[in-house]
């Protein structure tokens, strides 16, 4: 089924091979401030560029853990920032399904934390490229099977040098999936990067071309800071495994009302925990929907119809956005965030009934 998308930047071609849920109600479509690659799938269903309720983010969840092949000794990565709710939440939709298993969960960062760092590896279309892997609670020589999970796979580069990456290191890994929205993809292509036999599990798997614009000007990326090069210590149990349980106010102290029309915001990396909050409070107050800020710059227009730009959290001193948010549409704006994290710049866009709690 092919579908050919005009963008401002040039064509896109896709072609859908298989689908568990339609193209068209998983992805819409934008330009990436970015001359490395003039487009950008945006997923409907993951709660990152566009809010949601977070029961769609839950049945998505539950979707990819079933069809997960059995697993003896997994240990999932989210790859920063964009799937780290996401692959959490398939981490968690799988443990609950076989808790006599022992499964383990880390996600990838931009960030070092004082602690050992595992890896390092690439993306390379990205705009901040460098990934940090730290070492993880679990030993990873025990690993059978390395479960790493993304929003979207176009070429597979990123996750196949992570695997790579991690099997210079373990070598006796007997297994790697790959877990994606969308993926486009060739598995035999993927395949024949890494060692160990590779599975890979999309809702969606195609092909693309993208002809490019020769007339369109390429833009110039915002600042960015590939890595922080400033140590973190409070992201420390953020930045590993998933044993940490969340707590979460009531409703009362959230200041929250019965009628109130909610939104949920985690920051940057730091998602799942705003996800959790806003299905904790699901059917409790009129309206919830989550979604996250994010470093990636993108042109607005298209899928991106607002775009509210606000100082870093980090400190590193490069603009954060957070997209398709008006702030009028919500009685109620809950920023989630770590110790640490300074949300000072990103309240003041958002208007008087913006407030923030640490989870």
């Not at 309720?53 to 790859?79: M, Q, S, Y």
């Not at 979207?152 to 990456?165: K, V």
């Not at 922080?228 to 707590?247: F, G």
């Not at 009685?331 to 008087?352: A, K, W, Y």
């Amino acid at each position: 089924m092919p579908t050919h998308v005009t963008l401002p930047s040039g064509s896109l071609h896709l072609t859908v091979e298989r689908e568990l849920r339609p193209l068209s109600d998983l992805v819409d479509y934008a330009v990436r401030e970015n001359p490395k690659r003039g487009f950008l799938f945006v997923s409907k269903v993951l709660g990152k560029h566009i809010p949601i309720p977070p029961d769609h983010a839950t049945c998505t969840h539950e979707a990819l853990a079933r069809a997960l092949p059995p697993l003896t000794r997994p240990h999932f990565i989210g790859l920063a920032e964009t799937a780290t709710a996401l692959a959490e939440g398939v981490y968690t939709e799988w443990q609950a399904r076989h808790p006599d298993r022992s499964g383990s969960y880390q996600h990838t960062t931009r960030y070092l934390t004082g602690e050992p760092v595992l890896l390092r590896f690439d993306e390379p279309h990205s705009h901040a490229p460098a990934h940090i892997l730290h070492q993880p609670d679990t030993d990873v020589s025990s690993v059978r099977e390395l479960v790493l999970v993304d929003d979207e796979i176009t070429t597979g580069t990123t996750l196949t040098n992570l695997a790579q990456a991690w099997c210079d290191l373990c070598p006796r890994l007997e297994r790697i999936i790959l877990i994606c929205l969308t993926s486009w993809a060739d598995p035999a292509v993927l395949q024949a990067r890494v060692t160990p036999p590779l599975h890979l599990i999309s809702l969606t798997q195609g092909a693309y071309t993208f002809t490019p614009d020769p007339a369109w000007p390429a833009p110039v990326t915002p600042p960015v800071q590939a890595t922080s090069s400033v140590i973190r210590p409070h992201l420390q149990q953020s930045r590993r495994t998933a044993s940490r349980p969340l707590h979460f106010p009531d409703r009362q102290a959230l200041g929250l009302t019965a009628a109130s029309h909610l939104l949920v915001l985690g920051t940057g990396e730091h998602q799942y925990p705003a996800y959790a909050l806003a299905r904790h409070l699901q059917g409790q107050v009129s309206e919830v929907r989550f979604s996250a800020t994010t470093r990636s710059p993108v042109l607005p227009g298209l899928a991106m119809t607002r775009k509210l730009t606000f100082t870093d959290n980090y400190g590193d001193g490069m603009p954060n956005y957070l997209y398709n948010v008006d702030p009028d549409a919500y009685s109620d704006i809950i920023v989630v965030h770590e110790p640490g994290c300074d949300v000072t710049g990103l309240l003041p866009v958002l208007g008087p009934h913006a407030r923030s709690v640490i989870l």
